[in-house]
Antibody, heavy 118, light 108 residues
Framework: EVQLVESGGGLVQPGGSLRLSCSAS????????IHWVRQATGKGLEWVST???????YYSASVKGRFTISREKAKNSLYLQMNNLRAGDTAVYYC????????????WGQGTLVTVSS | DIQMTQSPSSLSASVGDRVTITCQAN??????LNWYQQKPGKAPKLLIY???NLETGVPSRFSGSGSGTDFTFTISNLQPEDIATYYC??????????FGPGTKVDIK
């Protein structure tokens, strides 16, 4: 069974850092592009970042230069290092597996809440 | 960046009704369009990919169509369990892979 499980969320002060993890199981982790998507309370979905199978990385303009996506194939894990956090980064963060060939996200984690507040 | 709009932003329909949601891109995205369903407190669920392909296990009352800039998502026979917010998402070429603002579907 394919599973994605996020962890690492919590309360952090503005300007602080946090590292989110996404643990994958039930599929060949290295063969799929994996994405981070976030959702502020009561708001819509926002694509945040992607890491491709070749290690290529992409970021939304709102997080570029502050967030870093990475993956550790030996641990079937994805990470999102978030630095210089702002109130606007407050959201539930989901990791999601891409179906393939640029298709939709067929498996999602349950999400982890990041709250940036003093 | 490609911008996505959806309409309506919300709708209320009766059980058994046919429900249609439209999604528009501000430039040609071919058929690189997905549709998701999200229920409160849950992660989104992929329903349609590549504009019209039904994801495995998704009921056939859900369908999608369109290409280029204009897309349609249809629920042919609305059921109580279809109460949710529906999002389109484009994935043309390079990121950002923009989502539409969402359409909230309620039962009348």
């Amino acid at each position: 069974e394919v599973q994605l499980v996020e962890s690492g969320g919590g309360l952090v002060q503005p300007g602080g850092s946090l590292r989110l993890s996404c643990s994958a199981s039930g599929f060949t982790f290295s063969s799929y592009d994996i994405h981070w998507v976030r959702q502020a309370t009561g708001k819509g979905l926002e694509w945040v970042s992607t890491i491709g199978t070749a290690g290529d990385t992409y970021y939304s303009a709102s997080v570029k230069g502050r967030f870093t996506i990475s993956r550790e194939k030996a641990k079937n894990s994805l990470y999102l290092q978030m630095n210089n956090l702002r109130a606007g980064d407050t959201a539930v963060y989901y990791c999601a597996r891409e179906l393939g060939a640029g298709g939709g996200y067929d498996y999602w984690g349950q999400g982890t809440l990041v709250t940036v507040s003093s | 960046d490609i911008q996505m709009t959806q309409s309506p932003s919300s709708l209320s329909a009766s059980v058994g009704d046919r429900v249609t949601i439209t999604c528009q891109a501000n430039q040609d995205i071919s058929n690189y369009l997905n549709w998701y369903q999200q229920k409160p407190g849950k992660a989104p669920k992929l329903l349609i990919y590549d504009a019209f392909n039904l994801e495995t296990g998704v009921p056939s009352r859900f369908s999608g169509s369109g290409s280029g800039t204009d897309f349609t998502f249809t629920i042919s026979n609305l059921q109580p369990e279809d109460i949710a917010t529906y999002y389109c998402q484009q994935y043309d070429n390079l990121p950002p892979f923009t989502f539409g603002p969402g359409t909230k579907v309620d039962i009348k």
